[in-house]
């Protein structure tokens, strides 16, 4: 293992799993870390996310050799400034985050003399915070890494290791593609399921109650994401705002074509429509990225058991 | 137990789960069953669903003191015909369909002699078919059973104790009501669901390789409920216009918003609506209707243990 030292900034669902995990698969590895919020920095030194907890950015990455930004996109400038002072010239720069050429541009603007090479775990949940972590997040997942034209080619292969021995498959890709398949594959998803959340508490004829009390006839999927992490996904939006309003615009074309269908009774649009999309759903699941399980799990242990 | 036989028509999720939860739960109870298709038929024979698969619904719903319609919302009239004839004049009739008040109509109609009180459990899967049934399929979810303005009291009362023998918690309300809840709360997410999948798989700039490897990113969710049943699904929609498509009317209008909040970069906008929805998602998992364990036990299961 390269990296003897890493620190990591922001403790959250991200950091706080970079943190374990490094402990369980890295454990010649030292982590350092620092958390803006003082609450999450002292539940992280509970929790023992990282070996040490310190009480200044610039004191986390006085000694690393890789540095891991787990903060909200919106916020990733302001803090590798933070750090510009304090950083080892050999330090290899990276962070976890959801949009990759904002990201590339803010980290590269705020340190130009470091080299930078963003990446982005493919894995989470919808909860957040230094309670939220935990070392196998990262297990059969995907981390795209998006190196910058000009790349050490030695600093890339480091750090492509290093999620590989935290259990995630590496793809290579450049971030403006990177962010045209998460606004598809992530942030679409996202925007349409706090879209009908936020739909169904409005309602006048139907009570939040019976929305809550009925959510297992489908909308509760919905509920699971547009429970994430409000402040990152402001700021996944903003910045990665076009490949986000196209797809958003691919959508809307397809779910007017498919509300024209049900207005006019078009029984054979429905239904070809439908049919088609088991198709994506069976891949997922062979490719290891979903639990064929009724309800993966969800409810009683047999149930799950015995479909 | 006052039905001694029960007779189910269409073996699918549905039916096979009440068949199979009927052994379970109401042992001394005895099942008939039919499907149209012959295949599903000696599937069902197969795994034992129901105590005898006849060749026709007339033979199984002869000595039947209630029929559970257990096919597509477009199929109950059709299905409620075939067995006129054959139906004792005291039996109950029933079903399980996603909308209730185009299905109350069809087998009113078809049935114009018989007390016909329809009910809809909140349960499934995506999976359909014979093999898909298990018997503790409504274990903890709501069964909304809508009887018409004229009901036997005691028919009623016994078809609510078969639901709750069954599992399930039964609440009673009218099937205009049933319709727009269930609008909202199921057929909204799955049109939007087909809908984000369809559209995922028609990118240029995208591959569909790319979306199910990185389908993790929120995805994933949605392909879990478009994989369902695309007869039953063409069905309830057509079955349910007119709330489907005042749901989406609201639905489209609140996406609008975001757009322009994104368009625009209104941070306020963004992060207020990505705040309020998670309360939504706390009062379903405290009233158990979905798992607070991060990815519902997807993937490893120590992951699952240990968030």
Known sequence: MTFATIAIIGLGLQGGSIGLAVREYLPEARTTGYDINPAHRARAAERRLVDTVCDSAA???????????????????????????????HTLVSDVGSSKEAIAKALGEALPDHLVIPAHPVAGTENSGPDAGFAHLFRNRWCIVTPPDKVDMLKLSE????????GANVEIMTPAHHDLVLAVTSHLPHLIAYTIVGTASDLEDVTQGEVIKYSAGGFRDF??????DPTMWRDVFLSNREAVLTMLQRFTEDLTALQRAIR??????LFDQFTRTRAIRRSIIEEGQDDSRPDFGRGDHEAAKNP
């Open 59 to 89: 004191e986390a990455v006085r000694q690393a050799d890789l540095v891991i930004f787990c903060v909200p996109p919106g916020a990733m400038g302001i803090a590798a400034e933070q750090i510009r002072a304090a950083l080892p010239a």
């Open 159 to 166: 750090l492509v290791a290093f999620w590989e021995a935290l």
């Open 223 to 228: 509920t699971r994401i547009a429970a994430s």
């Open 264 to 269: 006019v009774g078009d029984a054979d649009t």
